[in-house]
């Protein structure tokens, strides 16, 4: 739900005195630039601690100092800061203490569904008896067949008893008609999911829900009992219909703007259908709602000639918020890792701080590089000039003291992300831009900046005028506090711009080839940068092209060891240097057995074929930890505690074609814990998890890389048994194995082992619990072997490949 507002929205975090802004006046008549400062005056800060949780599809409820957010999969979370989050429950099972039992409690709304699981709900206090109202609902998944009901506790963190059903979809023939009396029409009529419960100004309550189908509508309910008011069938319709992908209504009210904002979330939510969220407004609770255009939102939904879930017609409409978007971390610049990015963020929640009146967006968000895991993410927003939401582009680090600033310090060289209204896989990666003194920008897009008044912003980008504000956030890459910006234009497209460190050219030039880094060794392509820090440009020549090209193509002799030198030239304005690198190319090997681990009483590898296996720690380069051994399959096993792990011998598998098998026997089923790992870097890995910590939680072949793979099972191995696991990769074929069965197959695995140095380990990675169970004889194999292949090797053989 979305909290109230009790004081009009303040712009005090947003840490400015002045503002920016742009024109579209030619150059020669551009007034000196008048900008806002980057330093404060009061010290910023302590960086902040993050704490993160799992909680898809978030509503928020405040209970005093503590926030809950409830969403999908009866999971829960709780904070006092909004940095540091706390898991309350997750997963739909009778030990989850959000309710006694919930599938006892809820088995109407199950067998109406008819799942196994819930989506989003929405839990808010109502003023008449204090109690917490929980609007939870379920759906099928592959139809709009759901039922919302109702819940009630005296605590928010229950447990919650059912008061029953009060809405329903998807009704077959034969089942009566509809909560509007005619027969159920999922074209025009809602899917009864993602409800918002919310109190409007004059304290009438209101509840929005709705997902796909005939898209978002709006119902009464009666304060003093939370149930809809009758004779309202499934209430006013607001936007969407004709299956068109718009769903996860949330409402805030701006008592400053005296708007109703109607946040919603356009696409799929999965990592490759392009959620994104965007924004409605209106003077009513009930609407109608229009965009920055005016654009009567009531008439946008799909073309029902079109096949079905048609984005684009509905792409044009809507104040679009954040999409899929990567802020880089280019060579030479400060940090470590890919840079700040989402995938798919949205369902969102908002909060306003009643005492500041600080405004914040909650929301879900999957990561580049990370497939379909997801955590809650919180950014802080505020209204722009022109009474439209805008949100800044670093996430929240805890609210900074209003500070001055001085406008001489905002000219230099920025990342720049220009959100379009597509709905699209695609990431939105910044592009380096240059505020100059005089007011232009340039770069990767022209236009105009100068200052406003207070912490205003207006820019003039490719033509188009954009309205926001600047403020002091916390780069998590650089990890230091930066002076952000973030801007709608007036027709409804974000742009978002953090700065990069001042540099001279030199320095830029100095910095990349400092941070500039090629493997010694390749067994498969590399990918080598073009571009560097600050627009830097990095062009490459080769010794030897036959053997390694200067676009990163390796080619492997089947007989002979080979090598070339890679010479870099990085550039920038008149600052050139030039380092070379040596790459050795090892010859192609024959495909086979590369290593056995029996774990009868040892960790040794079998004929010494590889270096023994050592304990770790809890994580895969923690010195120490101790292993057991217990009864296996065959023989004895390796028994993991959950505090330990064995690191594996380094280059195991390199190249493209390999397989993996290997019995394992859990103790205890923990999300996200690995069997097997190998890894490149913290980028590029392969993890074998029993349990995944989203979505159903089966197992799963889990890649990441700048292409990640959830290679999900459909299936969650059983806890006290042994099942023999094994899968296969064959250039970026992929398949999966359990007891013998093929339990997935598809196409798109990253190449991920592609130097001879990755690291391997059985139970431990860099970041998630340790696995506690068994597990016993690992067969690691060059080449791909067979189903029949695989049974060989369950049954205690060696495959010959």
């Not at 799909?302 to 978007?325: A, C, Q, R």
């Not at 805008?390 to 230099?412: C, L, M, N, T």
């Not at 082992?753 to 169970?773: C, K, M, Q, R």
Request: charged residues 20%; contains cysteine; glycine residues 10%.
């Amino acid at each position: 739900m979305t909290s109230r507002p009790i004081r009009p929205p303040a712009l005090l975090a947003l840490a400015l005195t002045g503002v920016l802004a742009l024109t579209g006046a030619p150059a020669a008549a551009a007034p000196a630039v008048s900008a806002p400062a980057a330093k404060p005056a009061a010290p910023d800060p302590a960086p902040p601690e993050w704490s993160d949780v799992e909680v898809h599809d978030p509503s928020l409820v405040s209970v005093g100092d503590e926030h809950y957010l409830f969403g999908s999969h009866l999971a829960a979370a709780k904070t006092e800061d909004f940095v540091s989050f706390e898991q309350v429950a997750n997963h739909v099972t009778p030990e989850n203490p959000l309710f006694d039992d919930v599938r006892t409690e809820l088995a109407e709304t199950f067998k109406w569904a008819e799942t196994e699981t819930l989506w989003a709900p929405d839990v808010i206090q109502l003023e008449h008896d204090g109690r917490y109202y929980m609007y939870y609902d379920a759906c099928r998944g592959d139809s709009p067949r759901s039922a919302l009901g109702v819940a009630v506790a005296d605590d928010v963190d229950g447990p919650y008893t059912d008061l029953g059903i009060i809405l329903k979809s998807g009704h077959r023939d034969g089942e009566g008609p509809s909560e509007d009396g005619t027969p159920y029409d999922a074209l025009v009529h809602p899917n009864a999911v993602d409800p918002d419960v919310f109190y409007d100004a004059d304290g009438r309550l209101w509840m929005v829900y709705g997902s796909f189908s005939g898209g978002m509508f709006i119902l009464e309910l009666d304060p003093t009992t939370g149930l809809p008011f009758p004779d309202q069938g499934y209430g006013t319709h607001l936007t969407g219909g004709n299956h068109s992908r718009i769903e996860g209504p949330s409402m805030m009210y701006d008592p400053e703007t005296e708007h109703y904002y109607l946040f919603t979330s356009f696409g799929g939510l999965d990592a490759d259908a392009g959620y994104n969220m965007r924004v409605m407004r209106s003077t009513n609770p009930d609407g109608p709602f229009v965009d920055a255009e005016g654009n009567d939102m009531r008439e946008v939904r799909s073309d029902p000639d079109l096949p079905v879930f048609d984005d684009v017609t509905i792409e044009p409409f809507g104040v679009k918020l954040m999409g899929n978007y990567l802020f880089p971390r280019e060579v030479g610049a400060p940090g470590e890792g890919i840079g700040a990015g989402k995938v798919s963020p949205g369902h969102n929640t908002t909060y306003t701080d009643p005492e500041t009146g600080e405004q914040l967006l909650i929301f879900h968000s999957r990561f580049p590089d990370r497939g379909e895991f997801h955590q809650v993410r919180v950014h802080e927003m505020t209204m722009n000039a022109d009474g439209w939401p805008i949100v800044s582009p670093h996430r929240y680090a805890g609210g900074h003291e209003k500070s001055r600033f001085f406008r001489s310090d905002i000219p230099g060289d920025y990342q720049v992300i220009v959100h379009d209204k597509t709905i699209s896989p695609d990431i939105r990666t910044a592009e380096t831009v240059t505020l100059s003194r005089n007011g232009r920008i340039s770069g990767a897009h022209d236009g105009r900046w100068r200052a406003g008044s207070g912490d205003r912003l207006t820019l003039t980008i490719d033509g188009s005028t954009y309205r926001g504000v600047i403020s002091r956030e916390w780069d998590p890459t650089s990890e230091r506090w930066v002076d952000a910006f973030s801007a709608v234009s007036e027709a409804g497209v974000a742009v978002w711009g953090t700065p990069l460190p001042a540099m001279t050219d030199a320095e830029v030039v100095d910095a990349v080839l400092s941070d500039l880094e090629v493997p010694g060794s390749a067994i498969a392509d590399l990918d080598l940068p073009t571009t560097g820090t600050h627009g830097s440009e990095i062009s490459w020549t080769s010794s030897a092209p036959e053997v390694v090209d200067a676009d990163g193509s390796v080619t492997r002799d089947v007989e002979n060891d080979a090598s070339a030198t890679l010479t870099a030239t990085i550039t920038k304005g008149d600052a050139r240097r030039q380092a070379s690198f040596t790459v050795a190319v090892p010859a192609q090997p024959a495909p086979g057995l590369v290593a056995r681990y029996r774990f009868d009483g040892d960790l040794a590898a079998d004929d010494d074929r590889a270096e023994a296996g050592r304990p770790t720690g809890d994580r895969i380069g923690a010195l120490g930890g101790e292993v057991a051994f217990d009864t296996g399959v065959h023989g004895s096993a390796v028994a993991l505690d959950g505090t330990s792990g064995v690191r594996l011998p380094d280059g195991l598998i390199d190249g493209t074609s390999y397989s993996v098998a290997l019995w394992l026997r859990p103790d205890a089923l923990t999300p996200f814990s690995t069997t097997f790992f190998g890894a490149r870097n913290d980028t590029n890995w392969v993890s074998l998890v029993p349990e995944i910590g989203f979505g159903e939680g089966h197992t799963m072949l889990w890649a990441g890389s700048t292409a990640p793979y959830d290679g999900d099972a459909g299936a969650t191995i059983p806890a006290d048994e042994w099942t023999h696991v094994a899968f296969t990769v064959d250039d970026d074929d992929v398949t999966l194995l359990l007891d013998g069965e093929v339990a997935h197959s598809g196409a798109g695995f990253p190449d991920v082992f592609t130097t001879a140095d990755s690291v391997f380990a059985l139970g431990v990675n860099w970041w998630d619990a340790p696995y506690e169970g068994a597990i016993d004889d690992l067969q690691v194999y060059r080449g791909t072997l067979t189903p029949a292949q695989v049974a060989e090797i369950a049954d205690g053989e060696v495959a010959d490949l």
